[in-house]
């Protein structure tokens, strides 16, 4: 949990690092369909980011989110990328990230560490997840390769119970404020005309308003 974590952050997640080795950059992956993006998600990142020392968290926008794939109308990825990065503007350290956009298809997120790892073989990749996704893991792609390869920080969400740490994985918990809110709820309050303010940053509120995202629909 966070408040003992915070002590010994470096001792715990550090792996190696004999002297003379320069530490790569310590990257915070956090993906989602982000549809739309909110003050939960905003949280998540910043907070990981503060607590396990990252230098860059990185909003990844799912292209095609293939888990939710047949049970709803996904936004398209590059109008939930748009408020993605509304969002974080002027956010130190966080930032949207488009890669699964431009690699296109289905998005899975060893895919993704693996191109971050080719492009900083440096880099120490942190793969964050809420509590309701953690449980969830072993039905993603590629699980083995991607368990050996990432920190998982598992991030506290209101109303999802912490759960066990999944089996094989090395699991940091994050605690957070319990924001017990979630994209499904904001779509529905959008459709029905109901306030949105301070759950959604305002710049992304901007941004579903002159896309005209959500009006209307469930
Ligand atoms: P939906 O209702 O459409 O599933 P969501 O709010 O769960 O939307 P996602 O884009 O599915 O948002 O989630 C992306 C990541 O953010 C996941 O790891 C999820 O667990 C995490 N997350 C979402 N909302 C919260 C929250 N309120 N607190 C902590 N983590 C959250
Ligand atoms: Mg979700």
Known sequence: MLGAYARDVHATVGEGGGESVAPGPRIGIFGGTFDPVHVGHLVAATWARE?????????VVA???????????????????LM???????????????????????????DTVR???????TARPFVIVGADVAAELATWQQ???????VT?????????GPGEDPPGWHVERLRIPAL?????QLRDRLAQGRSVDFLIPEPAIR????LNLYAGRR
């Open 152 to 160: 998982l920080v598992v991030v506290d969400r209101g109303g999802v």
């Open 180 to 184: 017990d809110i979630s994209s499904s």
């Open 51 to 59: 607590a396990l020392g990252l230098d860059r968290v990185l909003l």
């Open 84 to 110: 993605v990065q509304a969002a974080v503007a002027g956010v130190t350290g966080v930032e949207a990230c488009r890669m699964e956009i431009d690699r296109g298809g289905p998005s899975y997120t060893a």
């Open 115 to 121: 191109e971050l790892r080719v492009a900083t073989p």
């Open 143 to 149: 699980v083995d390769e991607l368990r050996k390869a």
């Open 63 to 81: 292209n095609e989110p293939w888990q939710k794939a047949g049970t709803r109308a996904v936004t398209p990825a590059e109008d939930r990328f």
């Open 207 to 210: 941004c579903i308003r002159q």
